[in-house]
């Protein structure tokens, strides 16, 4: 009895057309008929044996040991070809092991990995939790330092009923909280001479300390001290005295004011607009704040390029400082030369000359030739000048 092996590329079934299990199962089978094949052989082997030791020398002796021979050599072979049967047993064995181990470690990996992404997400909220606690903590202090320092500082307010009494104007006042470029602050002689004027203007009282403070916030660059330190100003006056306020439109130009130095023109426009109907209601149309609120939001228009916007609020914020303050007032030569500014980026020369003219008479008539802001005056109707090819007019 022989065993054939079908070749691998043969039509019978070849080990590159089995799975893995199949393979396993017809080994196991080949093994056990190879078990059957040796048992079949050891009892020929036997009796083969038995033969010869019951023959004499004769002529069949040759053909039996023949046998014999052929037969040992068949057992030979099937012993080998047990043994490597059940090494591929083994070895299949060995790789489903193997095989399973890594798919408990593919699985366990998985698993790591999915954890690792989901702690990373926990550390990342975790982080972002505590930045906002700590800023929240951080301004929750700057704040209680601010409150304890205007309490400190109330104490020396004046009471209440004194707050209505007539004062020379701060020179860093509403009226000088939006200045152009071209405009300077008033000094300590122009404030004198402001507050002996009827209808002069000035920050209330009880607003003195915060106006102050945000001045100074916002001259360091610290907006996100200045801007909560207005907001919550401003919801403390709109709770105890209502949105329709005077004071509650001085806390809107001093919190457009921190948002004219963060160049953010359109909030600080909406807020002066919101200040501008409220003060127009409650002081009246031809108040000095209604006056300084129009000034504010033509320099503000002039920032943005906004020129024709910005003529028509400057030309009446001049019409209300005339009435109130005087035809020869500082602060009405200030608002010409603001005129006059706005009137050149449109290339109203004629009105440029004119308002520049004007200003120039009022600053010689209170200062004298020698007065800065005649030299300044001349220096702004000597480039108007220029603009236009004047260059005789101009070197005079």
């Known amino acids: 009895m022989s065993v054939q092996v079908a070749a691998p590329g043969s039509a019978g079934l070849g080990p590159e057309r089995l799975s893995p299990e199949e393979l396993v199962r017809q080994t196991r089978q080949v093994v056990q008929g190879l078990e059957a094949l040796r048992a079949e052989h050891h009892g020929l082997a036997g009796h083969l044996a038995e033969a010869l030791a019951g023959q004499g020398p004769a002529a069949g002796l040759e053909m039996l040991e023949e046998k014999q021979q052929v037969v040992s050599h068949s057992l030979e072979a099937i012993e080998l070809g047990l043994g490597e049967a059940q090494v591929l047993l083994a070895l ?19 698993r790591l ?21 700590e800023e929240s903590v ?10 304890e320092f205007l309490g400190q500082l109330r104490q020396y307010d004046p009471p209440a009923e004194s707050q209505q009494s007539e004062s020379p104007p701060r ?16 000094g300590p002689e122009a ?13 209330p009282a009880r ?3 915060l106006h102050n403070l945000v001045i100074q916030y916002a001259g360091q660059g610290r907006y996100e001290v200045a801007v909560p330190l207005c907001r919550q100003a401003l919801e403390d ?5 209502g949105h329709c306020h005077p004071d509650v439109a001085t806390m809107l130009n001093i919190l457009a004011l921190v948002y004219r130095d963060q160049n953010k023109y359109k909030e600080a426009t909406d807020l002066l607009h919101d200040a501008l109907q409220i003060r127009e209601q409650t002081l009246g149309p031809e108040h000095p704040a209604v006056a300084a609120t129009l000034n504010n939001l033509a320099v503000l228009y002039g920032k943005r390029g906004r020129y024709r916007e910005a003529e028509p609020l400057c030309q009446r914020a001049l019409e209300i400082r005339e009435k109130v303050l005087g035809a020869d007032h500082p602060d009405v030569a200030k608002q010409l030369n603001n005129l006059a500014l706005l009137c050149q980026n449109q290339g109203k020369f004629e009105d440029v000359e004119r308002h520049y003219a004007r200003a120039l008479s009022i600053y010689e008539a209170l200062g004298g030739p020698h007065d800065p802001n005649v030299a300044k005056t001349k220096n702004n109707l000597a480039s108007a000048y220029l603009k236009q090819n004047k260059y005789q007019q101009a070197e005079e």
Do not use: C, M
């Open 171 to 186: 020179r860093d006042s509403l009226a000088s909280l939006f200045p152009s470029e071209e405009e300077e602050r008033k």
């Open 113 to 133: 990995a999915q954890e690792n992404v989901w702690l990373r997400e926990e550390l990342e909220e975790t982080q972002r939790r505590l930045r906002a606690s």
């Open 92 to 110: 299949s064995a060995h790789v489903g092991a193997l095989e399973a181990e890594k798919q408990r470690l593919r699985s366990q990996a998985r």
């Open 191 to 203: 404030a004198g001479a402001a507050a002996a004027q009827q209808g002069g203007y000035e920050i």
């Open 207 to 209: 607003l003195r300390t």
């Open 237 to 241: 006056l709109e709770r105890s005295s």
């Open 138 to 147: 951080a301004q929750l202090e700057e704040e209680k330092r601010h409150l």
